[in-house]
């Protein structure tokens, strides 16, 4: 289970962490305004993940801002939402929480809490907006335990993409727009993921959608698996990290996937390329297609995944 981080010294070392980590293109002395104030001070643009983010040191808290921005900023920008972390301890009265899993990875947590919404809204409304986010439980210092939204990992060289995701689901959110539904491309195969697995497994998820839906398959949003003619339905398992248990359970549930649906579905195995490579003649003798799966940045790119479709 999680752990919230209270101690002083790894608070900061996690935050120069981050600082570090984020990517953008500098844009200074931009005047950014919320409800309530303004502040003028140098913001970085991350251009593909369409977001700009800044540091505000505080006297009891670090504020991460974060703005969501399609184009390059202007001399003027409104935040989109803030995520304040605690300096000195871990405390529930703050949104934004450093979590450590149990190998000592660290986590930039959210506690699902989100102001400035429109009239309206709970607090707590954000939860149910994002229900297929990364939530998972936390034990904080006293022992007290709370469920929170894992951001992204600190080390991830996914976390600049990750954290763009989460600053358009809470502009979409603040909107009043309808929360966007799981694609379920992927049987739940796995029912214990790491935070980060889970991290990795959405992104790859959203881009196997992506990658359908410029290839034609689907008749519709309301209805992904209306394929246009008598074609089988397809069906993918995905494999995040490459865990021999969660292989097997992935083969396992297309397997009997496969049994079930007989002509009617076509099983697919998505797994990242470095374990195709490594177990490839296994996978091969397989009874349903394998695509592998390798990372561009931090965009997941299918190779053999027309050849599956076929």
């Not at 935040?79 to 304040?84: P, S």
């Not at 060289?157 to 727009?177: I, M, S, W």
Request: with cysteine.
């Amino acid at each position: 289970m999680l752990r919230a981080v209270g101690e002083p010294r790894r608070i900061d070392r996690a935050i120069r962490r981050l600082q570090g980590a984020l990517k953008g293109v500098p844009a200074r002395r931009v005047r950014l305004t919320w409800r309530g104030g303004e502040l003028s001070t140098t913001i970085h643009w991350a251009r593909d993940d369409h977001f700009w983010w800044a540091f505000e040191p505080r006297a009891a808290r670090h504020a991460l801002l974060l703005g969501h921005a399609a184009h390059a900023p202007t001399r003027r920008e409104s935040i989109t939402c803030e995520i304040n972390l605690p300096r000195s301890r871990a405390d529930r009265k703050v949104a934004g929480i450093i979590a450590a899993d149990a190998q000592g990875a660290l986590y930039l947590a959210h506690s699902g809490r989100m102001g400035g919404a429109r009239t309206g809204q709970r607090k707590a409304g954000f939860r149910d907006f994002l229900a297929d986010g990364v939530w998972r439980p936390l034990v904080w210092p006293d022992g007290e335990e709370s469920e929170v939204l894992i951001v992204a990992p600190l080390d991830s060289p996914r976390l600049t993409r990750l954290l763009g995701q989460f600053v358009d689901t809470v502009r979409r959110y603040k909107a009043g727009d309808t929360p966007v539904e799981a694609t379920g491309l992927c049987i739940e195969a796995t029912p214990v993921d790491s935070a980060a697995a889970a991290c990795d497994r959405r992104l790859v998820d959203w881009a196997l959608h992506e990658e359908l839906v410029k290839r034609g398959l689907f008749g519709g949003a309301a209805d992904l698996f209306s394929l246009r003619g008598e074609r089988p339905q397809p069906l993918f398992a995905l494999v995040a990290d490459g865990r021999p248990d969660e292989l097997a359970l992935a083969v396992g549930s297309l397997s009997l996937a496969q049994a079930r649906g007989g002509r009617d579905v076509r099983p697919i195995l998505i797994a990242p390329a470095a374990l195709v490579a490594r177990d490839d003649a296994a996978l091969q003798a397989l009874p349903f297609a394998c695509v592998s799966f390798r990372w561009r940045g931090a965009r997941a790119i299918f190779d053999g995944l027309d050849d599956a479709l076929a």
